[in-house]
């Protein structure tokens, strides 16, 4: 046999041992046989919270905040606590509620926390899964077992984890921490794990799982767990949480990966178009404004994107955001490369204004809270700079931790972090609350620290 046929032989077998050769038929589900209505739901109670990955409207820009500028180690902290385990769920907050999904090994289990607002005290854990976690073989070195952010209506919690080579979707009650259903989406070949977070949208919850056996996008009532819809997507690694947004006078669910950006009818999950762009495995999560959609990735191409309402593409450029999303605001994008490059581009043509080397990876979100971005590194630098399309400004850098993979969370006067403490088998996360300190009488008329309006 030649060198070439036992070389080719070994690859096969590789391919064939890592799993990349097992597909899974994906079982779709039509609104019309589902036997689940769609009912539309007002989420107005949820305005000024953080609900879920990059807040209400999966944009990472909070609103009706004022959170500090600057904070250390003994300075701008109301309370810090312990998570126990590992995870890159961001917090999710909601009323006087924090609630974060984690996950610990030996014993193999995912969990979801809450705690309290005011004071950082555990309310409730409930572990929701035991075993089946996926090799080592199969988890990116980066990756953990509670990668994706929960959502919360109010009611409930949702979230979904991977385990037993299956995603399931899991609906808690938000006081108690009780399970009242549990839904199994569909089987997933993990190349480097599961990352996804879900998104509410009026009486759904809706779920994407891209992965090389067979990928989906499915739709559950928030109330039952019962799926309304699910759809086939590519057989695809790729690692993109969905968005639904109101572009072009519609309500679209929009998703980068498998070498396109894809929409969708977020009711029905029937494609609207799909464009080819950014890359064929993404992290990223869809921005809007009123009239054009960005996207940027990934692997192995490199682009960032607009598209027009209806996917006609509005221009491109080579720069790329893999892990962390963009931020468009005030008619300009905001961006931070994994490797530490914050740029500016105009949404109307897409020139660059500015672009900056900032120090570190990333592959947190960043968040914008008034005229001021925030973002962290996975050294455990916040960088705080000026929304400005004039040129890079930076306000603070600010250390908490030894890494931060979590993206920060923003409601009123207060940001939340989760961070790691230490390295190897010593590492340990906390979550923190930093805010706006409060003058006592006798302090009222003194200078406090700079502050975000």
């Known amino acids: 046999m030649s060198s070439h046929c036992r070389l080719s032989l070994s690859a096969c077998l590789l391919i064939l041992l890592a799993g990349c050769g097992k597909r899974t038929p994906v079982e779709t589900v039509s609104p019309e046989t ?3 209505e769609f009912a539309e739901r007002s989420l107005a109670h949820l305005d000024g919270e953080w609900p879920g990955w990059r807040g209400l409207d999966h944009n990472g820009v909070a609103v009706n905040c004022s959170v500090p500028t600057s904070w250390g180690e003994d300075q701008a902290i109301r309370w810090r606590v312990p998570v126990p385990g590992r995870g890159h769920s961001s917090p999710t907050v909601v009323e006087d509620r924090i609630y974060l999904a984690t996950a610990t090994d030996q014993p193999d289990q995912q969990s979801i926390l809450a705690y309290d607002r005011e004071s950082g005290e555990q309310l409730w854990k409930t572990i929701i899964s035991e075993g089946g976690f996926p090799p080592a073989g199969q988890m990116h070195s980066k990756s953990t077992h509670a990668n994706g952010t929960v959502a919360c209506d109010g009611e409930r ?3 979904a984890f991977l385990h037993h080579d299956k995603v399931l979707a899991y609906g808690l009650d938000a006081a108690t921490g009780d399970l009242d259903w549990t839904q199994e989406l569909g089987a997933f070949n993990s190349k480097f794990g599961y990352a996804p977070s879900p998104v509410l949208y009026h009486s759904l919850v809706i779920f994407a799982a891209d992965n090389q ?3 989906y996008l499915a739709a559950l009532d928030h109330e039952t767990g019962g799926i309304a819809w699910r759809i086939e997507r590519a057989a695809v690694s790729s690692y993109s949480s969905p968005t639904v947004a109101s572009v072009g006078g519609r ?3 929009l998703i980068p990966g498998t070498g396109y950006v894809t929409s969708y009818d977020p009711r029905s999950g029937e494609q609207l178009w799909q464009t080819l762009g950014t890359a064929e495995a993404t992290c990223g999560t869809v921005v809007t404004s009123a009239d054009a959609i960005f996207a940027s990735g990934g692997f192995p191409q490199k682009q960032t994107v607009a598209f027009s309402p209806a996917g006609q593409l509005l221009w491109s450029s080579r720069t790329s955001l893999y892990e962390p999303s963009l931020i468009a605001l005030d008619g300009y994008l905001y961006g931070v490369t994994d490797n530490g490059i914050a740029c500016c581009w105009n949404q109307t043509d897409g020139q660059e204004l500015w672009k900056e080397r900032l120090q570190g990876g990333f592959s947190a979100s960043p968040v914008a809270c008034g005229d001021h971005i925030l973002v962290s590194n996975l050294q455990g630098d916040t960088y705080v700079f000026k929304a400005d399309p004039s040129s890079y400004q930076e306000v603070a850098v600010n250390k908490l931790g030894t890494d931060c993979y979590a993206s920060p969370a923003i409601v009123g006067n207060q940001l939340f972090l989760r961070v790691g403490i230490g390295s190897g088998n010593a590492r340990r996360e906390e979550l923190i609350c930093i ?16 502050v975000i309006p």
Do not use: H, K
């Open 34 to 36: 589902s036997g689940v």
């Open 157 to 159: 919690v949702f979230g």
């Open 213 to 215: 056996g067979g990928g």
């Open 251 to 253: 309500d679209q669910l």
């Open 435 to 450: 805010e706006v300190p409060s003058p006592s009488p006798t302090e009222a008329d003194a200078p406090i620290s700079q």
